[in-house]
């Protein structure tokens, strides 16, 4: 069996490295070096370039690099053929991290102690205990729960809202758009976990905004097409959102004279909340290969129709 792979942002040596220690007949190509075309039946990619798939004649199965797979989805040529998303402990465990480290930035006043810090200053803040930080979770998904998992052991209470209904100990779950509404009247900080869809997209918006309680934090580490940035903008400038903790944006880099870099309520990280670790995560890579050369039914399989 041969696998095409293709990432500007993972390391395509460890990756083979670590496919080939669970699958030793496994051969692995790197774009650009594909060969003939027609050997390749497997793709593991992440943005691959409009048409790169298409031009695989052989190909059966796409396993996506990333959790989210609107890079994908948007391809008009996208063959036809089972698409699988990662899911995988490492990445799990990465976002849940992220979203405790940025609950715990605003609720503990992380920057501004590092900013005392610098001036030299002694100077005790005032925070709220866990059980008064009500967090609110856009998605409850694999990596929803893993975050909801994660501030319910720390004590925050934890609403969560999904597309169909969910169940999670400790975590008051929320679906459709009344239970949006009640999720954003009850959260002091609003996570967003969500796919890119068009249902999605722009969610985070001045309506939303609007719903929260003046001095809620809001945290973006879906995608950046969920997030108005302007409006995000005029929120911090009217003081209703007290910061923001953004990893993902419109435009990826972002352009160092954007107005969110420098700002001063925002906390900015370069899209790395949940990362696709070549180790843990080849387990569920070569586990999807497994079953597919046994014509087992696929784990984790992408709705088209749904957008994720
Ligand atoms: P997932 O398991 O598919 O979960 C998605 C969640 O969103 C589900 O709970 C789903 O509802 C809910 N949802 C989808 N559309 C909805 C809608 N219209 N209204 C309400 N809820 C809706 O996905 P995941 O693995 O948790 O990943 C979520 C996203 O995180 C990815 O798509 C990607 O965009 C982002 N991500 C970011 C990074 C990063 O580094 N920043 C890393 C990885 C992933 P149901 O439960 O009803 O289906
Ligand atoms: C990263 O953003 C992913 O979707 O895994």
């Known amino acids: 069996m041969t696998l095409l792979f293709h990432s500007a942002?993972?390391?395509?040596?460890?990756?083979?490295?670590?496919?080939?220690?669970?699958?030793?007949?496994?051969?692995?190509?790197?774009?650009?070096?594909?060969?003939?075309?027609?050997?390749?039946?497997?793709?593991?990619?992440?943005?691959?370039?409009?048409?790169?798939?298409?031009?695989?004649?052989?190909?059966?199965?796409?396993?996506?690099?990333?959790?989210?797979?609107?890079?994908?989805?948007?391809?008009?040529?996208?063959?036809?053929?089972p698409l699988v998303r990662m899911v995988a402990a490492g990445l799990a465990e990465d976002m849940a991290g992220y979203v405790t480290m940025e609950v715990l930035r605003w609720q503990r006043h992380a920057d501004a102690y590092a900013a005392q810090q610098r001036a030299g200053q002694w100077r005790q803040l005032p925070h709220r205990p866990a059980a008064e930080v009500r967090v609110g979770l856009l998605g409850l998904g694999e990596l929803g729960a893993a975050a909801a998992r994660a501030l319910v052991a720390l004590g925050f209470p934890v609403a969560g809202w999904s597309r169909t209904p969910r169940t999670l100990p400790g975590v008051t779950a929320l679906h459709g758009p009344d239970g949006l509404a009640t999720l954003l009247a009850g959260s002091d900080m609003l996570v967003c976990l969500l796919p890119l869809t068009p249902e999605t997209r722009d969610i985070l918006n001045r309506n939303t905004f609007a719903a929260l309680p003046r001095g809620a934090v809001v945290i973006n580490a879906g995608r950046g097409g969920h997030l108005v940035e302007e409006d995000l903008l005029a929120a911090l400038e009217s003081g209703h959102i007290a910061g923001a903790s953004l990893d993902v944006f419109r435009e990826e880099p972002l352009p160092a004279a954007h107005p969110l870099f420098g700002h001063p309520l925002v906390h900015l990280t370069p899209h790395v909340a949940g990362v696709t670790?070549?180790?843990?995560?080849?387990?569920?890579?070569?586990?999807?290969i497994r079953r597919h050369r046994a014509g087992d039914p696929l784990p984790n399989l992408v709705d088209r129709r749904r957008g994720y």
């Open 9 to 81: 942002s993972d390391d395509a040596r460890a990756w083979t490295a670590e496919l080939n220690r669970r699958l030793p007949d496994l051969e692995v190509r790197v774009t650009p070096d594909i060969g003939d075309p027609a050997d390749i039946t497997c793709a593991l990619v992440w943005k691959p370039p409009p048409g790169l798939l298409a031009g695989l004649p052989n190909l059966r199965l796409i396993l996506s690099l990333g959790a989210g797979v609107e890079p994908l989805l948007e391809d008009p040529t996208l063959p036809d053929v």
């Open 277 to 288: 670790h070549p180790g843990p995560c080849a387990d569920h890579v070569a586990d999807t």
